[in-house]
């Protein structure tokens, strides 16, 4: 799981910081809410003290008040609300996972021109009207996983031209329409993980409309085999993860061709996936990390790892058959049995 791991790290770092480095903010602060200085990193990672304001657990129906004007961080999770607007011209990220959200009406946060973060994720969110996002302008991030939205409208995202992160994981989404990121320039991350996914192919030509796409997951989806030409020309793709498909079987030839700059892949926790086409990976110059682990995979063929010519490590398998060429070490084939060159209770090969 690339991005969720990331991500996970990250959000422990941040959260022990918020901790130890928490101040007070001399303001009039709502009822029942805390107003702190706190550290704020922001999508591209810049830290400065942002003053917060935590109104979290409290069971509101309403949006607090009086909110003070310069508020950069509102966290608003956990609660009771419905759509509802504030105009806070400062605010930089807003919080609200965990609330009653069933529908985003036009312009729903058009009175918070600065905005750069905005996480909806864990609501019940099923309609977004096309216009639901006009006035972000500056968004970076935003999180709509775990959700109940059953399509994907390109129209959500022709407001957001600066969005950096994209988290649409844990909706019941079976199909992406060809040109549902086409308007996202700026979009170097994208999940499409959890188990309430429904994609039973890659959106191939979804993907294709995002030229900076970097970080991929597409962890959980039923899908049954990875066809040719499905991960072709995402030049700017660095990590790819394919984790915890229980119906996948099989990757064809070609199936991931022409990513330069991939340097990781992940396949792992796929219990049925027995097949892996010798030419599976073309072109994949820089590829430096495959991970194989826990899948019913007994053999990789020789090509498949000859094709990569930077791969350091192998995770999940042991060397069975190791030939000297030019020189270097290269891998013939991987099978999980013993009296292989790697220690038994190796679980990482390095060559």
């Known amino acids: 799981m690339v991005l969720l791991k990331r991500q996970l790290i990250l959000w422990v770092w941040v959260s022990s910081a918020l901790v130890v480095y928490s101040l007070p903010w001399r303001v009039s602060c709502p009822t029942g809410c805390v107003c702190q ?36 961080t ?27 959200l069933w529908f985003l009406p036009p312009a729903s ?3 918070l021109p600065a905005l750069q973060e905005l996480f909806l ?12 996002f006009s006035g972000l302008g ?3 991030r935003l999180h709509l996983n775990n959700n109940h939205l059953t399509s994907i409208e390109p129209r959500w995202f022709t407001a957001l031209p600066r969005l950096q992160v994209l988290m649409l994981g844990g909706n019941p989404v079976e199909v992406l329409p060809d040109r549902g990121f086409q308007d996202l320039g700026s979009l170097h991350s994208l999940s499409l993980s959890f188990y309430d996914n429904l994609l039973t192919t890659v ?23 990875v066809q040719t030409g499905d991960f072709r020309d995402l030049v700017h793709l660095t990590e790819l993860g394919l984790n915890n498909m229980e119906e996948l079987v099989a990757i064809e030839r070609a199936a991931m061709e022409n990513l330069p700059e991939l340097t990781k892949l992940e396949i792992t926790n796929n219990p049925r996936l027995s097949y892996i086409h010798p030419q599976a990976f073309l072109r994949l110059g820089r590829l430096e990390s495959l991970m194989l682990n826990s899948n019913a995979l007994s053999a990789l063929h020789q090509h498949t790892v000859l094709s990569l010519p930077s ?3 192998i995770l999940g398998y042991r060397i069975d058959t190791a030939t000297a060429l030019g020189g270097g070490t290269i891998v013939g084939g991987l099978k999980p049995n013993p009296g292989t060159t790697c220690p038994a209770a190796a679980g990482t090969c390095w060559f």
């Open 109 to 111: 946060f058009s009175s």
């Open 37 to 72: 200085m706190k550290p704020w990193f922001s999508p591209q990672s810049v830290s400065c003290e942002a003053s917060t304001v935590d109104c979290s657990n409290l069971f509101l129906t309403q949006l607090p008040s009086p909110l003070p004007p310069d508020t950069h």
């Open 203 to 225: 959106p191939t030509q979804a993907l294709r409309k995002i030229p900076g796409l970097k970080f991929l997951d597409l962890n959980k989806n039923p899908l049954s085999v």
């Open 74 to 100: 509102l966290r608003l999770q956990s609660n009771l609300l419905s759509p509802q607007a504030a105009s806070l011209p400062s605010l930089l990220s807003l919080h609200l996972e965990e609330n009653q």
């Open 311 to 313: 791969l350091r490590e």
């Open 138 to 140: 500056f968004l970076l």
């Open 121 to 132: 994720s864990h609501n019940r969110l099923f309609y977004l009207a096309p216009g639901a």
